[in-house]
């Protein structure tokens, strides 16, 4: 169970640029001090979840669930600057229609 905890710790640590190349050779590159023994226990769910937890989709939540105030004040702030705009354009709008007439 030791050598299942390390590699799932050393997995934390892992992130892999997407390539056209083989991400499985690119994980095992990325792991420092495997034997040949000891690549018999990276089987496919192995490599899924490293793929998984290697997702830029994935680890996009992560960081929301990690620092959920950042992107709520994030998000708030965007909102007011589209209302704020969209303010002034209703304006302008309001002015040159005021001006045909």
Known sequence: M??????????????????????????LQRISNI??????????KFFEYLKKSNSRIYLTIEKILNNPGKFIFIFLLIIGILIIFSFFVKKVVNKISDQKE
């Open 2 to 27: 030791s050598k299942l905890e390390k590699y799932l710790k050393a997995s934390k640590n892992i992130v892999l640029k997407p390539d056209k190349n083989n991400i499985e050779e690119k994980i």
């Open 35 to 44: 034997k040949e023994d000891d690549k018999k226990l990276l089987d496919d």
